[in-house]
């Protein structure tokens, strides 16, 4: 389990920059359905890009840590499942978005469970077996 840890952490993080790159580069249009917002909506996407590249380098940063530190990936995934709470009372409010708005909540409610119940694996791991880390297994 603390290799699957590490592993979608990673992931997650290396999602999540190239996500916001991808918004910072394309503005409203990254975002599928959206159309032409104008200029404020677009100033507002990209720097929200931005953020959220700076959420996948804390992403890779928890990553890398020995062991993954179980309270970052709480916090992390936290976050992660406030935005798709956040799709959920937008769908309330406005209704039916596109249908990868729908997916993208899918994946954002679902995947903080997830992480919640795997957040400890690689500390509990090493509180078990020091020595096996020491031996680089």
């Given amino acids: 389990m603390a290799r699957t840890l590490r592993v979608l952490t990673q992931l997650m993080g290396w999602a999540s920059v190239a996500i916001g790159l991808f918004h910072v580069a394309l503005g409203n ?9 104008g200029a404020t909506v677009d100033s507002w996407g990209r720097f929200m890009g931005a953020s959220f590249v700076g959420y996948g380098l804390a992403w890779l940063w928890a990553a890398r840590q020995r062991p993954v530190p179980a309270q970052a990936v709480r916090w992390l ?18 209704g039916r978005p596109h249908w990868f708005q729908i997916v993208l909540a899918v994946i954002e409610l679902t995947l903080p469970p997830v992480f919640f119940w795997l957040a400890g694996a690689e500390e509990r791991a090493l509180s078990r077996a020091p020595e096996a880390v020491a031996a680089g297994r």
């Fill in 77 to 94: 995934a936290g976050v992660f499942l406030l935005g798709g709470v956040s799709r959920l009372l937008s769908l309330a409010v406005h």
């Fill in 29 to 37: 249009a990254a975002i599928p359905g959206a159309g032409s917002a």
